[in-house]
Structure formats: C-alpha cells, structure tokens
C-alpha cells in the first residue's frame, strides 16, 4: 500500500494563478480531508469528504474548491492563487472519520 | 492576517531522559484524543490516542495520560532518543465534530 499520495511536493504560483493539488489513498478510505498548516500553528482543516460525490466546508474553505468523483481521489483546487495561501497543505484519509487518520507527505505552496 | 514570526514551544531533552509534553484541549464535549509526531519535511504521523473514558494509555515507549477536569492531556515519552526530535501534536475530536489540532511542541533531543 502506498497510503496516502500528495502531488506535487513543491509548487510556486504567482498572484492568481490557479492549480490543482491531488491526494490519492489506496486504502478504501471513506473519509478524505485537506488542511493547512502554517508557522506555529496547528493544522487547520479546509475542505473534508465523507465519501465519493459527498464534500463539506471545514474551518477554512474560502478560496479553495474540492470534489470527490471517486474514493480513491480528493483534489484540492487553488482558484485564484494569493499570498495567504502560502502553506504546506496535507492531505489525510480514514476509514471513518473518527479514528485512524493517516497523511500525506505534504505540498509546499508559494505564491508571490 | 499573517502570522509572522510565531515560535512553537520547545522542550529540550538530554539523550536517556523522560520527557513530558503537555496539551490544554479546549472542548469538554472531545471524546477521542490523539497525539501526533511530526519530522521535518514530513506529514504527522500517529502515535497513540485514547478515548475520554479512560485516564491513562501506554504504547512502547509512550504513556498518554488524559485529565478530563482540567482538561489536559499529556505524552510522556521514556528514555528520549535522537530519532524523537521532532514537532508533536496533540488533537481532539469533539463528539459528532471534526479533530482539532494544537499549536505543537518541538521536542529537541541533545546527545
């Protein structure tokens, strides 16, 4: 098993632009979940899913769109990249949303 | 707005100690609590949790101890390694809620 695959690991956009970053897990997860995490802070949870075709807002949701065509994937999408948005994004899955979390490696995004 | 500049807490250990790393949860309403060890330049990964119908929880190497009243929990880690260096989390998860995650503490481990 692979886990969970984040791509790319590293991106610099400029001031809206827009992108796709792509979580994959291979382990039948139902539950999928994006966060960001910025310098000394925790992470905060911007989109989640709880099965395929079934998305919902987290904490921080403005600026970002997500859909969940299938189990396997969950993408993230940047639809007018902006400074604030620099991060490290991580992606993670569980079987049920409750327990057993596991995530990505992590995409660090710049934009300038 | 930006949050330029902000410095997690930092626990620095000698290589053989115990050290303790504390978390203040802030929903009495959590049910679920787990602790997380992250390396640099990686994403968190899982190092025990516990359910708030227990106070104490042990894995190799690590004790969780969780003190509903004060609403504190806590990651005791024995005879600290080098390989533990890193940034641990702890989350709660409110019933019927999302997890939330704390601020995190570097652990710095000297030799």
């Known amino acids: 098993n692979a886990g969970v695959t984040q791509t790319p690991k590293f991106q610099v956009l400029k001031t809206g632009q827009s992108m796709t970053l792509q979580c994959a897990q291979d382990m039948n997860h139902e539950y999928m979940s994006w966060y960001r995490q910025d310098p000394g802070m925790g992470l905060r949870l911007i989109h989640y899913s709880v099965g395929a075709g079934i998305t919902d807002q987290g904490e921080v949701p403005n600026g970002y769109n997500v859909s969940r065509s299938t189990t396997e994937d969950f993408p993230l999408r940047l639809l007018s990249a902006a400074p604030s948005q620099t991060s490290v994004y991580f992606c993670?899955?569980?079987?049920?949303?409750?327990?057993?979390?596991?995530f990505g490696s992590g995409t660090r995004l710049t934009v300038v | 707005g930006e949050n330029v500049g902000l410095h997690l807490p930092t626990l620095s250990v000698q290589e053989g100690d115990n050290s303790i790393i504390n978390c203040a949860y802030s929903?009495?309403?959590?049910?679920?609590f787990i602790w997380y060890k992250q390396e640099s330049g990686k994403g968190p990964q899982f190092i025990i949790d516990i359910r708030s119908n227990m106070d104490k929880r042990q894995g190799q190497r690590v004790t969780v101890l969780l003190n509903k009243t004060v609403k504190h929990l806590s990651l005791q880690i024995a005879a600290t390694q080098p390989g533990d260096s890193a940034v641990y989390f702890c989350?709660?998860?409110?019933?019927?809620?999302?997890?939330?995650f704390g601020q995190g503490t570097e652990l710095s481990v000297k030799p």
């Open positions: 989350a709660e998860k409110p019933q019927g809620g999302k997890l939330i």
């Open positions: 993670a899955s569980s079987y049920s949303g409750v327990y057993g979390y596991t």
């Open positions: 929903n009495s309403a959590s049910d679920y």
